[in-house]
């Protein structure tokens, strides 16, 4: 089997290449390297898969380029990770997000449409487009129209392309509403990641809503493996419906922020001095997500607890940077 793998240099990326590479996939990586954040550590990601893949430095949005990667690498699956992530960022750089997250998903959809041989698109959504839903946990089935930041518009609008092309041109897909994903080789704009650096420095670390927030934090290896599993095999669908399925991938318990910091606490060994701050624009107090589609479909059961897989982060961070 082979597939194709938008932002692969990115962190959900990196671990779904090498899972697939090691499960006898044949892989083929694109990303743009863009500097949302340092690109040095998108380029070790790349290198530490080494020839596991085949990796393609291009931009999704270049929708002619992209068509051809596709039509000469001619994929059994595409899994499109590639999008400009970050709630805050959409803020202070919109225009960012319209060429990555739509015209790039556009692309990806085109250039899927007409490709040769390729069973399904797995694409990247995000728990984000929930807004300020109050009703917990969040299920698939509830209204997602009225998001609260930029980024979260981008990713219902992909969600409602993807839809429309199952439709009009029978494209299986599955979309996946990522919750909160943690882990090693991480995304430094996270809040697990700023909290690691600054408390091993002796800095104080933001914590917004005054402490009054949870999250669903998602350990990698239980993400991937539901991604894994819906590679071999797309939902079945009927024969009357559009074949476009939504998932939510989340750990299905949140953890309150301040449990958070007392379990990055115990895994860095380093007291966390709280600057408490308000609630920032585009942010949400909660996330929290219902996980029984997946798990009926797919038999998802993520295992790993929040403090055990801080600790792998916290011995991830603490190599990587020789600390």
Known sequence: MKALITGAAGFIGFHTAARL????WTVTGVDNLNDYYDPELKRARIAALGEQISFHELDIAAAVAFAKLLNNERPDVVIHLAAQAGVRYSIENPFAYARSNLLGHLSVLEACRHAKDLSHLIYASSSSVY???TKTPFSETDPVDAPVSLY???KKSDELMSATYAHLYGLKQVGLRFFTVYGPWGRPDMAYWTFTEKMLKGEP???FNHGDMRRDFTYIDDVVDCVAAIADKPPSFDSEERPHKIYNIGNHTPVPLLDFIAALEKATGCKATKNMQDMQPGDVRETYADVSSLTADYGFNPTTPIQDGLIKFVD?????FSI
């Open 21 to 24: 590479a090691s499960s006898g």
């Open 131 to 133: 807004g300020g839903n």
């Open 152 to 154: 979260a518009a981008t």
């Open 205 to 207: 670390i933001p914590v």
């Open 316 to 320: 991830w961070y603490r190599a990587y």
